[in-house]
């Protein structure tokens, strides 16, 4: 694991960091990151008692939310971002390695991971399915809602598809709990650090890379 | 599930009664992913 910065080394020069999340990615994130707890916060909230005008928040919520989602999918559309956290034959491999070195106890720690590993692959690919689930019912459901620009049409679907439609929006609220809560968990974990940093800040250091990196499979200048 | 004017079964949506399972669930994991790197996780080569 990295150690510590000593507080009176001197500061990093900008040729030693390497940038990990570009500005626009990190501030996609927070976006997102807002909203659905805005959006957790307005749907659980009047279950569990506290009331008040929810309603209004959480639409308006998942608009923001469902537009910087289309942004950051135009964005990922490209072949090299696409190919960055493409789950193939190598991150695979590395699961395996680390459940093989588990279960016969020895010393054989995970291999260095491209830009991402196959854990936050995963996650990122589990919290894509279940947001957009949630984006795409929520944008639904919007049907069935007053608006500045439409009125309500409660019959736009039948009451079975509409049916589908809650259970699904519901069914991905409730992941999000989990998933929500497993996230934070793992961002606040001590060897995590230089990953959460790096989605505040936006970097990492040349030897944090060298540590937790191959250079063949994330190649940076 | 609930029953439409005609009396035929709809789904209404989630149960919210399941909120604590997956507060619970993620609280689970989290300890259960400790536990793992304390005791059972590989140390680094």
Redo the contacts between chains.
Sequence with gaps: MTEPRAANTPPLEAADRIVRHAGVDRAFHWIAAVCVLVLLGTAFLPVLGLSFGWVTIHWVTGIVLIAALLFHLVRALSWRRLRAMWIDGRDVSDALAVVGSTLRRDAGGPRKSGKYSFAQKFIHHAFAAVVLTAAVTGALMLVRIDTPWWQRDPYWLSNATWGVVYVLHGLAALLLITMVLMHVYFALRPEKHLFTRSMIKGWITRAEYSEHHDPQRWQVK | MSR?VYGRE?????S?D??P???W???A??VA?AL??AF??????
């Design positions: 439409d709809t789904l209404q949506g989630m919210w399941l909120i399972v997956f507060f669930l993620g609280c994991l989290i992913h793992y790197r059972l996780a590989p140390k680094k080569r």
